[in-house]
């Protein structure tokens, strides 16, 4: 079943820590993997995608995520978090497998960054 | 400006009372979809579109109908409303489906179903 799991429903960190968000899926095919975000308030946006190449894809605002395929993983990453990326984060995949070209999202990760 | 615009941003309504919610995009995207987004769950695709005249299920479609009839438009009509399709509803759009586009979502619309 084609299916996409964040590990992490609540994460609460300090200003100036290290982020990284898990991404597990399953999915058949070549996939497209995507990272969005919902801050406060605001319209879901995209923050990066992996779809071939380099498996390390930087996105907006000094996020990045690694692709690695073995795994079947596409871990968010930040080095050092902000105030203000306290959000939402989803994490999806989509394909062309059997003809269909459907979204799966993760059920997301909500982050409060303390100032 | 680009982008994608639902209407209404918010609705009460009752049990088995039609209704539609519109979504609407100017910037000439092939694909759309729904979604419908809820506390633990996140959110989860009710239908998409392709084109024009190709709709397909998401992984929630009980309960909701669409139609496709503009390339801009894609309504999405609850038939007979029960209190579990309670929710807030994005409609998305991307230039293709099944590629690495960047969809675009509009603002939302939280519908209460009593």
């Known amino acids: 079943a084609q299916s996409v799991s964040q590990h992490n429903h609540h994460v609460i960190l300090s200003e100036a820590a290290s982020l990284e968000l898990g991404c597990n899926y399953s999915y058949g095919g070549t996939v497209n993997l995507f990272w969005y975000v919902q801050y406060p308030g605001q319209h879901l946006q995209l923050l990066l995608k992996?779809?071939?190449?380099?498996?390390l894809v930087k996105g907006i605002k000094g996020f990045e995520a690694e692709f690695i395929k073995s795994k079947f993983s596409f871990n968010l990453r930040k080095p050092s978090v902000q105030w203000s990326d306290t959000a939402e984060y989803f994490c999806?995949?989509?394909?062309?497998?059997?003809?269909?070209?459907?979204?799966?999202f993760g059920t997301g990760t909500r982050l409060k960054v303390l100032a | 400006e680009a982008q994608v615009t639902q209407n209404p941003r918010y609705l009460i309504t009752v049990t088995g009372k039609k209704l539609t919610v519109t979504c609407s995009q100017n910037m000439n995207h092939e694909y759309m979809s729904w979604y419908r987004q809820d506390p633990g769950l996140g959110l989860r695709q009710i239908y998409y579109s392709m084109n024009v005249e190709v709709t397909d299920k998401g992984d929630v479609p009980e309960g909701y109908k669409v139609s496709r009839k503009e390339k801009r438009n894609f309504p999405l009509i609850l038939e007979s409303p029960s209190p579990n399709q309670t929710s807030l509803y994005f409609c998305?759009?991307?230039?293709?489906?099944?590629?690495?586009?960047?969809?675009?979502f509009g603002p939302g619309t939280r519908l209460t179903v009593l």
């Open positions: 992996y779809f071939s190449g380099d498996p």
């Open positions: 998305a759009s991307s230039p293709r489906g099944g590629a690495p586009d960047t969809q675009y």
């Open positions: 999806a995949v989509n394909g062309a497998t059997s003809g269909t070209y459907k979204y799966i």
